[in-house]
């Protein structure tokens, strides 16, 4: 069974960055989209963004647009979500995914693998 590890979360102030980093026991992410979801407490998980394998397009919720970069480095097999001007409201439990499906990258049905999420807090 593939593992992914984010890593990266932490306790930042608003208007404040953080970078996660998430990486496979496998090289997957060659071959699968990579997408990332949060969860914030008493909410549903919802999407963030996603990065396409085949041509590296990307997806965003317009909730993160203009503040979130997703990007992938193929050397080192690992997908990063670049957070900036973070607000209170991105408070959550981030998680990587990984899928190979062509169909709903933004759906959280259509993963196969998953992190076991990194904790993002940001105080106001």
């Known amino acids: 069974q593939v593992q992914l590890v984010e890593s990266g979360g932490g306790l930042v102030q608003a208007g404040g960055s953080l970078r996660l980093s998430c990486s496979a026991s496998?090289?997957?992410?060659?071959?699968?989209?990579v997408g990332w979801f949060r969860q914030a407490p008493g909410k549903e998980r919802e999407f963030v963004a996603a990065?396409?394998?085949?041509?590296?397009?990307?997806h965003y919720a317009d909730s993160v647009k203009g503040r979130f970069t997703i990007s992938r480095d193929r050397a080192k097999d690992t997908v990063y979500l670049q957070m900036n001007s973070l607000k209170p409201d991105d408070t959550a439990v981030y998680y990587c995914?990984?899928?190979?499906?062509?169909?709903?990258?933004?759906?959280?049905?259509?993963?196969?693998?998953w992190g076991q999420g990194t904790q993002v807090t940001v105080s106001s």
């Open positions: 496998e090289r997957i992410f060659e071959t699968h989209h």
């Open positions: 995914a990984a899928t190979d499906t062509n169909f709903d990258v933004d759906s959280e049905y259509e993963y196969d693998y």
């Open positions: 990065t396409i394998w085949s041509n590296d397009k990307t």
